[in-house]
């Protein structure tokens, strides 16, 4: 194996906790009292707009919370101005921030032993984002479904990122939090997957494709290490 391709959020950003479960964790502590299908609608209404506005470019994680927070208020017909968003937003940036500065020495490790990339349906400001963390020093390659024009599950995303690599699917790993986004195309055009089954409302009802299930991103240490003897 001389590969590995890595989703970033929900994967490397919150290590397997689906983005909109990471939100309502906010919601619950600063006691901003919504029914959860009113959230979950407002939620997927603001990643439409992010996903079908203009790209992000350099804006930076926090800010691009803080549009995802403004976004699922408005939605929600909570106060403009309420004091709990500034609150919610900060300590959810502080968590995320955790979490990828934890997952920076398992990058490290990798990157000396395989060639790394990301392939991720984002913004288009996936570069900003790996920068600010000082991620990308790590990847090869970071793909950026707002920038290539091409959005999991179409494996097509996926084989851009191994020919940016210069590999094949026989010899690349890939990791992710979506089963359906990440391990099915992977698992479809021959690669190693590796599902980050992290906390979600809904499991696939077969997980057949993945090669390998783990619970958290550090499960990934011993399987790859292990390939690259």
Not at 165 to 188: C, H, M, N, Q, W
Not at 208 to 220: F, K, N, Q, W
Request: with cysteine; glycine share 10%; hydrophobic share 40%.
């Amino acid at each position: 194996m001389k590969a590995v391709l890595f989703d970033f959020g929900g994967t490397i950003d919150t290590d397997g906790v689906h983005w909109s479960e990471e939100f309502w964790e906010f919601y619950r502590r600063f006691g901003v009292l919504v029914a959860r299908e009113e959230f979950e609608a407002a939620y997927a209404g603001v990643e439409k707009e992010l996903t079908d506005g203009a790209s992000l470019g350099e804006t930076t994680l926090h800010e691009t919370l803080r549009t995802q927070f403004t976004g699922q208020f408005k939605r929600l017909g909570l106060p403009e101005g309420d004091p709990r968003l500034e609150k919610m937003l900060d300590a959810c940036y502080t968590h995320v921030a955790g979490v990828i500065r934890n997952a920076r020495p398992l990058l490290e490790e990798l990157s000396k032993r395989f060639r790394l990339g990301v392939v991720s349906n984002f913004y288009g400001n996936l570069e900003a984002v790996c920068r600010e963390f000082e991620l990308d020093k790590y990847f090869t390659t970071l793909v950026d479904s707002a920038v290539v024009g091409l959005r999991k599950p179409d494996p097509r995303i996926w084989s851009l990122g191994m020919q940016k690599l210069g590999v094949v699917p026989g010899g690349t790993f890939v990791i992710g939090d979506s089963y359906e986004r990440d391990i099915v195309p992977a698992k479809a055009l021959g690669c190693t997957t590796l599902w980050l089954k992290g906390k979600r409302r809904t499991l696939p009802p077969s997980t057949g494709d993945a090669d390998y299930t783990i619970m958290s991103l550090g499960g990934v240490r011993e399987i790859l290490l292990r390939a690259s003897v």
